[in-house]
T-cell receptor, first 115, second 117 residues
Framework: AQKITQTQPGMFVQEKEAVTLDCTYD???????LFWYKQPSSGEMIFLIY??????QNATEGRYSLNFQKARKSANLVISASQLGDSAMYFC????????????FGDGTTLTVKP | DVKVTQSSRYLVKRTGEKVFLECVQD?????MFWYRQDPGLGLRLIYF???????EKGDIPEGYSVSREKKERFSLILESASTNQTSMYLC????????????????FGEGSRLTVL
C-alpha cells in the first residue's frame, strides 16, 4: 500500500486566492513527521513546513499552513494568497521514527497560479 | 548558508559506462540519501547511509551502489549504465531520527539529470 497519496496530479488557482493540496498517509508508527516540499521548474527541492504526529496545533509558516487531521490521516497543505512564484510541483512526505530516518514521498501535485 | 552540492547538474553517458554521481554536504549530518525522481512516480529512495561506511538499500537499489568513505560525501555509482536509468537524481541529507528535535527535514542538492544513450 502506498504510504503517501497525493490525489491531485495538477491544480490551478487564481493569483491571490487560497489553494489546498491534498495528502493522505498510512502508518502504524505512533511517532512520525509530515513534510511538504516545493520543487520549482529549476529543480531544487525546498522544505516548506513540518508537522509532528504529537503536535496539537496545525503548523504554519508564513502563507503556508498544514491542515493536520490525525484520525483521518490527512495532512493537507494550504497556501493563502497565491502568488505567481508559487507555481511549482509540491511533494508531501512522511518520516517515521521507526523507519531509520527514511522519508517516503508522494507522487507530487503540480500547481499553476494564473494571473 | 547550509549546502548540499551535487557534482554535475547534467550528464550524458553511453550504455554500459560506469557513472559516478558525487554529493557533498557541509552540515555535519549523519544521514545521507540518494533519490531518483521520475514523472508521475515521485521520489524513490535508492540507497541511504546513516554513518560513514554504513549503507542500506532503499526501495530501488538494483543497478546502483554507493560509497561513503567520509561523513560529508556520499557517492552513487552506476556500474553499467542502462537507458532505463535516465532520470533526475537527488541527493539529500538530514539529522538522525534519534536527534531531539526530529524535525528531520531533508536538505537537497540541486539534482543531477542523467541521460543514458
Amino acid at each position: 500500500a502506498q504510504k503517501i497519496t497525493q490525489t491531485q496530479p495538477g491544480m490551478f488557482v487564481q493569483e491571490k486566492e487560497a489553494v489546498t493540496l491534498d495528502c493522505t498517509y498510512d502508518t502504524s508508527d505512533p511517532s512520525y513527521g509530515l513534510f511538504w516540499y516545493k520543487q520549482p521548474s529549476s529543480g531544487e527541492m525546498i522544505f516548506l513546513i513540518y508537522q509532528g504526529s504529537y503536535d496539537q496545533q496545525n503548523a504554519t509558516e508564513g502563507r503556508y499552513s498544514l491542515n493536520f487531521q490525525k484520525a483521518r490521516k490527512s495532512a493537507n497543505l494550504v497556501i493563502s494568497a497565491s502568488q505567481l512564484g508559487d507555481s511549482a510541483m509540491y511533494f508531501c512526505a512522511m518520516r517515521e521514527r521507526g523507519n531509520a530516518g527514511k522519508s517516503t514521498f508522494g507522487d507530487g501535485t503540480t500547481l499553476t497560479v494564473k494571473p | 548558508d547550509v549546502k548540499v552540492t551535487q557534482s554535475s547538474r547534467y550528464l550524458v553517458k553511453r550504455t554500459g559506462e560506469k557513472v559516478f554521481l558525487e554529493c557533498v554536504q557541509d552540515m555535519d549530518h549523519e544521514n545521507m540519501f540518494w533519490y531518483r525522481q521520475d514523472p508521475g512516480l515521485g521520489l524513490r529512495l535508492i540507497y541511504f547511509s546513516y554513518d560513514v561506511k554504513m549503507k542500506e538499500k532503499g526501495d530501488i537499489p538494483e543497478g546502483y551502489s554507493v560509497s561513503r568513505e567520509k561523513k560529508e560525501r556520499f557517492s552513487l555509482i552506476l556500474e553499467s549504465a542502462s537507458t532505463n536509468q535516465t532520470s533526475m537524481y537527488l541527493c539529500a541529507s538530514s539529522s538522525p531520527s534519534t536527534s531531539p528535535s526530529f524535525t528531520g527535514e531533508l536538505f537537497f542538492g540541486e539534482g543531477s539529470r542523467l541521460t543514458v544513450l
